[in-house]
């Protein structure tokens, strides 16, 4: 009985980790068993729907589609990405801070709403791009850039995913010793020598870590390629899951058994990404802390260098910035601003709608709870797993981080099938959970790297003095890594604010958040309400960033940039 109650706490906590992360993906491989109707699936079991999607050139071709423009966006990210690094990490390039932080901004902004920004940029006829052009050289050829185009696809996605691969770089080259450069330099070599032929090999696992992590959110991500790849007759896996789910006739045995496959195809995927960083973990025995080495002196090339970082901080932050503020501020599209097209009708509707206000609620409710409910069960299962490393604790860590190989349109399938006859369906603790299984990896992550830090000796003094193991963790391991747990909740905040791919299988009336309100003025045509939306939940996710960074000290993109290297 005593052994039992010791385990009590890990196995709630391994029964509700299994339900929250195991459960709906059991549904998802089962209704891909079943016969479809017109309206949902009958009552007998059929592998039609596994042997179209696993063997018919239908669903193949579309998974194709979407591992090739994975591929081409993260071939690109890792160009753009790299290069900022090195920049910022290995020379002696001025206002570093200041550029970190503008590199960094597009972690705080969704891809969707960026997505709208371009369209307003670069659309044919209106974008702004286009008809300024077209104003200034009195060009009437046509348009200059289209975004609805396979390019456009690849240009919007790549903007977005290039932080990532900053940080898993940056941090690299920052953390690395430099006196393999410092001995290749005094040999004679170049700088660029120096960075092909020691910087980049150093770096590479983190490189490899990166480029998989964004191959795998490429590969899942239907929103961007959706909206503007539907338009270009090129159509990937993701989307077309979506569509099999939404549209009628549905297709859910199709679209549970096109999820199976994108999950093995993400699983499969993380697995590589997680070897290749524990790889990279072991460059770090090469310097410590590090060895603050003399950073390279651009000279003639420092113009070149500031040149590069204003043209992606102009493409991913000032541009899209602008022209979401000006499209939300505008009766209709229009390359031309003028008074007579300039309108606050946007903003007024949306302080005085009332699903506005309702979905306003619901956004913040599920971004602090969600915050909290991750800090709370991310720092208890990183604790007991580090600290009473048991077969059973591994267990719960291994699950609790599993849904991170799973992409949040194939869960949001599995919730739809595990809730749908229950009273919960549609509610907005069916998105509240939803949001937790997809964010308490991060949760797990990000405590346990700061539980690393903290010498498990400080907790058995308290022990030694008479603290039960309860008071030594809520007054001395709590407190010790208390800026760890400010940047999980915030970070959660952050990204529950911005979460679209569940939240559009999963809502309701009563249970509208921003994001969802966001996709469907913008999908059926109202561009200029959708950029006000777009527009005041960005301004919600920078509130975010600033309190988290001013109240608490906390650096959201170095606890990701931690995180994200599992």
């Given amino acids: 009985m005593k052994r039992l109650r010791e385990h009590l706490p890990s196995l709630a906590l391994l029964a509700l980790v299994f339900v929250v992360a195991i459960i709906p993906l059991l549904f998802v491989v089962d209704a891909a068993f079943y016969r479809e109707t017109r309206v949902g699936l009958a009552a007998d079991r059929s592998s039609t729907a596994v042997v179209d999607v696993f063997f018919g050139a239908e669903y193949l071709g579309y998974l194709a589609k979407a591992l090739a423009l994975a591929g081409i966006v993260t071939f690109f990210s890792l160009v753009i990405g790299v290069g900022l690094a090195l920049i910022m990490g290995r020379t002696n390039i001025g206002g570093k801070r200041a550029w970190d932080a503008l590199i960094t901004l597009p972690l705080y902004l969704s891809p969707f709403t960026g997505l ?16 300024a052009i077209a104003a200034v050289f009195s060009n009437n050829s046509g348009a200059i850039v289209d975004i609805w185009t396979f390019s456009g696809v690849v240009f919007v996605m790549t903007l977005f995913f290039c932080p990532l691969v900053y940080l898993f770089t940056v941090g690299s080259l ?9 001995a290749a330099r005094i040999g004679g070599a170049s700088p660029l020598i120096t960075i092909w032929r020691i910087t980049l090999p150093m770096c590479l696992p983190s490189i490899v870590a990166s480029a998989l992590l964004v191959f795998i959110l490429g590969a899942e991500m239907y929103t961007i390629p959706g909206i503007i790849g539907s338009n270009a007759g090129f159509t990937t896996l993701p989307w077309r899951i979506f569509e099999d789910s939404t549209a009628v006739p549905v297709h859910r045995a199709h679209a549970a058994a096109a999820g199976t496959l994108l999950l093995l195809v993400t699983v499969v995927g993380v697995w590589l990404q997680g070897r290749a960083t524990r790889v990279s973990a072991r460059f770090v025995t090469l310097g410590g802390k ?50 007579q097209v300039l309108t606050y009708k946007h903003y007024a509707s949306f302080f005085t709608t009332e699903n506005m206000h309702v979905a306003l609620i619901n956004t913040v409710i599920l971004a602090v709870a969600t915050g909290a409910l991750c800090m709370g069960l991310g720092f208890l299962i990183s604790h007991l797993a580090l600290r009473k490393p048991t077969r059973l604790n591994k267990a719960v860590a291994f ?18 099938w595990t809730f749908l006859r229950t009273p919960l369906y549609g509610s907005i603790w069916v998105l509240l959970f939803a949001y937790v299984a997809k964010f308490l ?20 003094s308290a022990r030694m003095c008479g603290a039960t193991a309860q008071r030594a ?12 747990l400010a940047a999980v909740l915030f970070f959660v905040m952050l990204n529950a604010i911005k979460e679209l791919s569940a939240s559009v299988l999963l809502y309701s009336q009563d249970s509208e958040v921003l994001s969802v309100l966001t996709w469907h003025y913008m999908d059926s045509g109202d561009y200029q309400f959708a950029a006000a939306i777009g527009f005041v939940q960005t301004l919600i996710m920078l509130a975010v960033v600033f309190a988290a960074q001013s109240l608490f000290r906390v650096r959201l993109d170095r606890a990701f940039g931690q995180g994200g290297g599992r």
């Fill in 473 to 484: 963790l809520v007054s001395i391991t709590a407190p010790l890594v208390k800026a760890t």
């Fill in 290 to 339: 590090g060895f603050n080495g003399r950073p390279l002196r651009l000279g003639r090339w420092k113009y070149a260098a500031i040149a590069c970082l204003a043209a992606y901080v102009l493409a991913a932050d000032i541009l899209p910035f602008g022209a979401l503020l000006m499209s939300s501020a505008m009766k209709y599209s229009a390359g031309s601003i003028t008074a």
């Fill in 116 to 131: 709208m920004a371009w369209i307003a940029l670069a659309s044919p006829k209106t974008g702004f791009i286009n008809t």
């Fill in 441 to 460: 990896p991060y949760g797990v992550i990000i405590c346990r790297t700061g539980l690393l830090q903290v010498h498990p000796e400080l907790a058995e």
């Fill in 399 to 416: 699950l609790a981080v599993l849904p991170v190989a799973v992409p949040g349109l194939v869960y949001g399938l599995g919730l739809v």
């Fill in 174 to 182: 920052r953390g690395m010793n430099t006196s393999l450069e410092e």
